[in-house]
């Protein structure tokens, strides 16, 4: 228990032993103890509306500063949703711009790949078109030689779009640069 509990405690205790001691009759001892419970409530109120009104002057006066701090955080706070608002339009900016830059390169380089394996599916189309006239006028003993040498153009075709691109890139890897 804290000093001043003790010392509450103490003064409790006084007074109910010297009330039980006390010279006086009880009625005169009911009457004292009325009158100085009503005089202590009194005291009591006048205290109570001291420290309320002193309460209130303190808030009051820490309200304005209380408010200032609080519209100093609000227009921090709209200033750094302006900025983050500005960086992210300058970010889509940028973004369009190197979108703009690079589709029509990567277009061209699409257009001259789809080019090559046009090219490459001409002359595959081309070799099989004589083979199969040849095997058409061959006899069954050729047809086996002839139908290696067709396996052998659609390999050769397959590699083709590989081999196209700059020093080696794959046609994906080209199309990026």
């Known amino acids: 228990m804290s000093r001043f509990g003790s010392f509450l405690l103490g003064g409790v205790i006084g007074a109910g032993v010297a009330l039980l001691f006390?010279?006086?009759?009880?009625?005169?001892?009911?009457?004292l103890?009325?009158?100085k419970a009503d005089e202590y409530w009194g005291k009591g109120q006048v205290w109570y509306?001291?420290?309320?009104?002193?309460?209130?002057e303190g808030v009051s006066g820490v309200q304005p500063a209380i408010n200032?701090?609080?519209?100093?955080l609000r227009e921090k706070i709209d200033n750094?949703?302006?900025?983050?608002?500005?960086?992210?339009?300058k970010n889509a900016a940028t973004a369009r711009e190197v979108i703009n830059d690079k589709v029509p390169v990567a277009a061209e380089r699409i257009n001259q790949v789809a080019d090559v394996v046009r090219g490459h599916i001409d002359t595959a189309a081309g070799k099989?078109?004589?083979r199969a006239e040849a095997f058409a006028g061959s006899s069954g003993a050729g047809a086996v030689v002839e139908n290696a040498e067709v396996a052998e153009v659609a390999e050769e075709t397959a590699k083709a779009p590989k081999e196209t691109p700059k020093k080696g890139k794959s046609a994906a890897a080209s199309v990026t640069d």
Do not use: H, N, W, Y
């Not at 200032?68 to 100093?72: A, K």
């Not at 750094?80 to 339009?89: D, H, P």
């Open 49 to 56: 509306d001291q420290g309320k009104t002193r309460i209130q």
């Open 68 to 72: 200032r701090t609080g519209d100093e």
């Open 80 to 89: 750094a949703r302006a900025l983050i608002a500005e960086q992210v339009a």
């Open 33 to 35: 103890v009325a009158e």
């Open 22 to 31: 006390a010279p006086r009759s009880g009625e005169e001892t009911r009457a």
């Open 128 to 130: 099989l078109q004589d």
